[in-house]
């Protein structure tokens, strides 16, 4: 072997052992820290019913007679609007008429939503006792605008006296008519 390639093998040697030399670990310090938020949504929801124990469902048939309505007949029933929510909620009244081809029974009723009132007398003579009404239907008219009532809290109720009428006045071609009469409350948050 020439002296030319074992200068170059002990170059070579050289530079592998300088290699493995100058392969060092370092150590690293760290510290670390977390801000963790679990969030849940609220839930927004109204049941009604004849009381406030008995609100429990979105769906209530108020109970007042659907047969043999005349004019000068009225008929009025306890309602219960119940906040089912996780939150503290405001909630409004509106009113639906859905009639019934072919007649017009809905828009000549009488409509008389109040608080703070009880039933009085039976059908086809009761009515809500005392206290302003805070919402109405004109007999002959849409329902009006709803009305926005205050907040609930989770678990309360407000009962509501409902009063159904058909005026003296009533159209002798509603004879054989029907009707949907529809209170609707609703809840709304975040606006």
């Known amino acids: 072997m020439s002296r030319r390639a074992m200068q ?17 670990t370092l150590a690293s310090w760290t510290g670390s820290a977390t801000a963790t938020a679990n969030l849940g949504a609220a839930t927004v929801s109204l049941a009604t019913g004849r009381s406030a124990a008995e609100a429990t469902t979105a769906e209530y048939l108020v109970p007042v007679s659907p047969t043999n309505w005349y004019p000068g007949t009225s008929q009025a029933a ?7 929510s996780t939150i503290s909620v405001p909630y409004k009244i509106e009113g639906e008429v859905v009639e019934t081809a072919p007649g017009t029974l809905g828009n000549a009723l009488k409509v008389v ?13 009761a009515t809500c006792s005392g206290s302003a009404a805070i ?14 009532r205050a907040n609930l ?28 009469v529809k209170l609707k409350f609703t809840a709304t948050v975040g606006n």
Not at 8 to 24: Q, R, T
Not at 78 to 84: F, L, S, Y
Not at 154 to 180: D, F, R
Request: net charge positive; with cysteine; hydrophobic share 45%.
């Open 8 to 24: 170059v093998k002990a170059l070579l040697a050289m530079g592998i052992l300088v290699g493995f030399g100058s392969v060092s």
């Open 78 to 84: 306890m309602v219960a609007v119940k906040n089912t």
């Open 113 to 125: 939503v109040k608080t703070g009132s009880s039933v009085v007398g039976t059908a086809p003579n």
């Open 135 to 148: 919402f109405t239907k004109v007999a002959g008219s849409a329902f009006p605008a709803g009305v926005q």
């Open 153 to 180: 809290s989770p678990g309360a109720a407000e009962t509501i006296c409902v009063e159904y009428s058909l005026p003296l006045t009533a159209a002798n071609s509603l004879q054989g008519n029907t009707t949907s």
